[in-house]
Structures are given as structure tokens and as C-alpha cells.
């Protein structure tokens, strides 16, 4: 299955400031996705990254606090803008590897804003 | 809205005991359910379901799915300390861009 590379791998910043995480796919794939695990939560679906286009943002999710770009069929990248404490989270990307008929997750970036 | 719930939320087992972690789900336009092991921060995919009845195994490990009842179980024989994770479901929606919805995972501590 496809492999991805997530970095970076753990973060502190400062709140106000904004942190961009990259995700690169060793092979082509369909679908990208980035999700969010707070504190002690599950994983819950932030957006769809389309490649050339605008992605697909789900509820309580807005392009402008979590803009997202997939400029090819294996790089992706999520900034989290703004930040607050209430950012501090374990982000995952994840792709649909049509090929292989699986779903992979990055190693995850744990983010914690100060 | 599609729904996934885990049960128990946590566990603690001896060394060599056998598990069974539960997965219901509510989902319109099912597909299919996977389960994935979390030990730190990505998920490791263990197993994907797609038809009733028909249990896949891999080692100690072996899930099934009932999709009359809407549920999934993972089963862990003789469980190691090296099973101590985080178990979670998902489910995977037709028409909904391949994308998964989660639940909440069940903690599992396997002590000597």
C-alpha cells in the first residue's frame, strides 16, 4: 500500500501563529483526507483535499481557519491558522489508495499551542 | 448523520486472555467497516469488512460482520503486552468520497 511521509512529526507554538503540515504520498492516489484527533477523542474528518481544486470542508470546518492545498497526486499540505489552545490536537492525513484498495494514515503531527 | 460506536470504552486484560471489542454503526449506504490499531499517533490498518458472515484473520487476530444486526467484533487471542493500543472502527459510505467516519475506540491494556 501506499506509504506517506507527515511532517512535522510534533509542534509548540505560540497561540496566534499559524503551522503548516505537509503530507507527501510515495505513489499516486485518488483521494486525500486530514483529520483531527483531539485530547482523549476519536478521529474526526476536517476536509476533502481535491487536486486542483478547492477542498471539501466538513461541518464546523472553514477554509480560512484550516486552508488546504493538493497541488499533485501525492503532495498535500494543512495550515492551521490562528492557532488556540483549543487547536492542540493530533492532525493525520490519510489517502485512498485506489490501487491497493486501502486507506493510509500518515504518522501524524501532535500539535500543542501555547 | 452516520454513527460508529465502540464498546467498551476501556479494558484491562492479563497476558494471555482473549478479547472481544464491539463496533455498531449506524451509516446510510454502507460499504464497508475497518478496524485499526492506534498505539501513538497513526493508525495501523488491521482489517476491512465488507460481507456478512465471513471472518478475516490475520495471526491472533480475527473480525467479523454482521450487517443485518449492524455490528463488527474484534477478537484477540492470547493477547501480549505488545496489544495494548487503541482499537478503532470505521465505516466507509458509498457516495461519500471514500471518506471514514470513526468511533470512539476502545482502550485496550494488556499487563503481565
Known amino acids: 500500500s501506499a506509504v506517506i511521509s507527515q511532517k512535522p512529526s510534533r509542534d509548540i507554538c505560540q497561540r496566534g501563529t499559524s503551522l503548516t503540515i505537509q503530507c507527501q504520498v510515495d505513489s499516486q492516489v485518488t483521494m486525500m483526507f486530514w483529520y483531527r484527533q483531539q485530547p482523549g477523542q476519536s478521529l474526526t474528518l476536517i476536509a476533502t483535499?481535491?487536486?486542483?481544486?478547492?477542498?471539501?470542508?466538513e461541518s464546523g470546518f472553514v477554509i480560512d481557519k484550516f486552508p488546504i492545498s493538493r497541488p499533485n497526486l501525492t503532495f498535500s499540505t494543512l495550515t492551521v491558522s490562528n492557532m488556540s489552545p483549543e487547536d492542540s490536537s493530533i492532525y493525520l492525513c490519510?489517502?485512498?489508495?485506489?490501487?491497493?484498495?486501502?486507506?493510509?494514515f500518515g504518522s501524524g503531527t501532535r500539535l500543542t499551542v501555547v | 448523520e452516520d454513527k460508529v460506536v465502540q464498546s467498551p470504552l476501556s479494558l484491562v486484560v492479563h497476558e494471555g486472555d482473549t478479547v472481544t471489542l464491539n463496533c455498531s454503526y449506524e451509516?446510510?449506504?454502507?460499504?464497508?467497516l475497518l478496524w485499526y490499531k492506534q498505539e501513538k499517533k497513526a493508525p495501523t490498518f488491521l482489517f476491512m469488512l465488507?460481507?456478512?458472515?465471513i471472518e478475516k484473520k490475520s495471526g491472533r487476530l480475527s473480525s467479523i460482520l454482521d450487517k443485518k444486526e449492524l455490528f463488527s467484533i474484534l477478537n484477540i487471542t492470547a493477547t501480549q503486552t505488545g496489544d495494548s493500543a487503541v482499537y478503532l472502527c470505521a465505516v466507509e459510505a458509498t457516495g461519500t468520497a471514500s471518506k471514514l467516519t470513526f468511533g470512539t475506540g476502545t482502550r485496550l491494556q494488556v499487563t503481565l
Open positions: 483535499a481535491n487536486q486542483g481544486s478547492e477542498a471539501t470542508y
Open positions: 490519510s489517502a485512498w489508495d485506489r490501487a491497493n484498495y486501502g486507506y493510509t
Open positions: 465488507t460481507s456478512s458472515g
Open positions: 451509516v446510510t449506504n454502507f460499504r464497508s
